[in-house]
């Protein structure tokens, strides 16, 4: 996330519910994608969740972002 998309964020979520809940679920998902990081090895599982993680935080980013447009 770029700062001023992270600023934009930052300000909307303390009054906007759906994307204070949206900013701890890519906090939670950031700190399991640094968790699988700091691996020095990764299953096929693991690279798979971290796929899918990926996915998921950039879809919250692209959510957060369009509802502190609008």
Same mark, same amino acid.
Do not use: W
């Given at each position: 996330?770029?700062?001023?998309?992270?600023?934009?964020?930052?300000?909307?979520? =303390?009054?906007?519910? *759906?994307? &204070?809940?949206?900013?701890?679920?890519?906090?939670?998902? +950031?700190?399991? #994608? !640094?968790?699988?990081?700091?691996?020095?090895?990764?299953?096929?599982? =693991?690279?798979?969740? *971290?796929? &899918?993680?990926?996915?998921?935080?950039?879809?919250?980013? +692209?959510?957060? #972002? !369009?509802?502190?447009?609008?």
């Amino acid at each position: 996330m770029e700062s001023h998309e992270r600023e934009l964020i930052e300000r909307v979520r =303390e009054t906007n519910f *759906e994307v &204070k809940k949206l900013y701890k679920q890519h906090q939670e998902l +950031e700190d399991r #994608l !640094k968790k699988l990081g700091r691996q020095a090895f990764l299953t096929s599982a =693991e690279e798979a969740e *971290e796929r &899918k993680l990926k996915q998921l935080k950039l879809r919250g980013v +692209e959510r957060m #972002l !369009k509802l502190a447009a609008g």
